[in-house]
């Protein structure tokens, strides 16, 4: 069953947890003023200013800041502090029944890709990769992340045809498909593999993205993907632009178009690069687990259906 959150209604609370690293507090304050000024009340989780080394505090203080959250009548929406590293370590205990019995609108990117994949496993809860208040919010939105972002988590109606922004999308292999887009950070995809928390790929669209990796890592992620049995179970396939994703050897390497090539040569689905999503200043916000149509051959994506009830 898929379940779509409520919009986010004007002047509403939104609650702010860190389940990842531990965020700038100064880009966190700028962020809560960024949102007080268009209007929204805003709830710090009890432990969002944390820190314990690479994590935003115990692990057991960050389940429980997003476990109250969720089971709050007063909260509308929550919002990730940043990404960073740590969420997979909170997957066992989150109260993943408060999410389907009380369906807010959640929002992150990056390292919250594992929260997010095992909420539409577990619940069927469509969630947000979209701009985060420790991150976008705190330094700066760019205009057109922030004018989809509020755009797509605030209103039920169709966001039309999703296209490329600079030119950057390309399409690798012809072709239109449809089914619920699943993914995020391929990074975090394929540490959920073996794991009770990876939504099924079969029949989906798979988006992906990653931020400085060498291209060896992602042609050996795909790889996983493949071996693995799931990029042959996948409808199309959508890669963002992998920021930072150059080499740091001294030899030639394949470029991104080369190794994505060589790995799905023969899988017969639509492909495209390029696609703004993820670590980019300039972006979508994704809904995943919403259905959807690729289009590789005339370069756009668009959603069949509302992502908010």
Known sequence: ???????????????????????????????????????????????????????????????????????????????????????????????????????????????????????????????????????????????????????????????GKLTSLDGSLQCLADGVAEGRLIGGNLSMLCSLIGTPYLPDLAGAILIIEDIAENPYRIDRKLMQLRLAGLLQKVSGLILGQFTDCNSDSEGEDLNLEELVTGVTSDLNIPIVTGFPFGHEENKYTIPLGVRARLNAAEGFLEFLEPATA
């Open 1 to 159: 069953m898929i379940i779509r959150p409520a919009k986010i209604p004007a002047g509403g609370t939104i609650g702010v947890v860190g389940p990842g690293g531990p965020v700038k507090i100064e880009r966190l304050n700028a962020g809560v003023a960024y949102l007080e000024k268009r209007g929204y009340r805003v709830i710090l989780g009890k432990h969002v200013r944390d820190a314990r080394g690479y994590l935003a505090g115990k692990d057991v203080d960050r389940a429980e800041d997003i476990n109250r959250m969720m089971r709050s009548p007063e909260i509308d929406a929550l919002f990730c502090s940043r990404g960073g590293y740590g969420s997979p370590r909170l997957l066992d205990l989150l109260d993943f029944e408060a999410f389907a019995t009380n369906p807010k609108v959640f929002v992150g990117y990056s390292d919250i890709t594992a929260l997010q994949l095992a909420l539409f496993k577990r619940t069927g809860l469509i969630s947000f990769s979209g701009p985060m208040v420790g991150v976008e919010m705190g330094l700066g939105i760019a205009e057109f992340t922030e004018k989809h972002f509020w755009s797509v988590v605030t209103t039920s109606t169709d966001s």
